[in-house]
T-cell receptor
Framework: EPEVTQTPSHQVTQMGQEVILRCVPI?????FYWYRQILGQKVEFLVS????????KSEIFDDQFSVERPDGSNFTLKIRSTKLEDSAMYFC???????????????FGPGTRLTVL | AQSVAQPEDQVNVAEGNPLTVKCTYS??????LFWYVQYPNRGLQFLLK??????LVKGSYGFEAEFNKSQTSFHLKKPSALVSDSALYFC?????????????FGAGTRLAVHP
């Protein structure tokens, strides 16, 4: 069964450093997403991406964040200058996007745990 | 604003007994509702969704959920719990106020099934 994969599973970085989190969505999917879950808190939407551009983003997704689909398979989240409060589990997801996006099922990867020291 | 609430932090069930994990929602318009499960060190796995049609939705691993419009609820159920069902369960609703892309999640309910 096709799955969303994410690398690395755990990333430790120093405050102020740049990190890139990588995701390989399910191959025939057209919509891509990033969510995050700070320890003990709810899963929160960050951004959605369709047709090589951001289709929606949350207030959390400020200028420190960017997303990219550098090739036909990878989808990345970059945090330019990490802060302590960026420590969280980051989930990538994808959906087919063939019918209405509102009814699509989003399939999630296993997550990358980011620890900012 | 769209939201979901999971009123129980934890649910304890004996193996073989029926289980219910509760979810209530608040949306403007028609709700698109989802249940996901998270096992340790795994991502969120899709269980089932309600878009329209029958109020009883069947999903993966023997789970089902009942949509109740008058009570604005979407409770997850299983007739006979297994120890392997022990995990963290999330209810989510599609946010229709923006670009229709965002899922809004509840806080999660930890299900513990005891032998």
């Amino acid at each position: 069964e096709p799955e969303v994969t994410q690398t690395p599973s755990h990333q430790v970085t120093q405050m102020g450093q740049e990190v890139i989190l990588r995701c390989v969505p399910i191959s025939n999917h057209l919509y891509f997403y990033w969510y995050r879950q700070i320890l003990g808190q709810k899963v929160e939407f960050l951004v959605s991406f369709y047709n090589n551009e951001i289709s929606e983003k949350s207030e959390i997704f400020d200028d420190q964040f960017s997303v990219e689909r550098p090739d036909g398979s990878n989808f990345t989240l970059k945090i330019r200058s990490t802060k302590l409060e960026d420590s969280a589990m980051y989930f990538c997801a994808s959906s087919e996007g063939v019918l209405a996006a509102s009814t699509d099922t989003q399939y999630f990867g296993p997550g990358t745990r980011l620890t900012v020291l | 604003a769209q939201s979901v609430a999971q009123p129980e932090d934890q649910v304890n069930v004996a193996e073989g007994n029926p289980l219910t994990v509760k979810c209530t929602y608040s949306v403007s318009g028609n709700p698109y509702l989802f249940w996901y499960v998270q096992y340790p060190n795994r991502g969120l796995q899709f269980l089932l969704k309600y878009i329209t049609g029958d109020n009883l939705v069947k999903g993966s691993y023997g789970f089902e959920a009942e949509f109740n419009k008058s009570q604005t609820s979407f409770h997850l159920k299983k007739p006979s719990a297994l120890v392997s069902d022990s995990a963290l369960y999330f209810c989510a609703v599609r946010d229709l106020s923006g670009g229709y892309n965002k899922l809004i999640f509840g806080a999660g309910t930890r299900l513990a099934v005891h032998p």
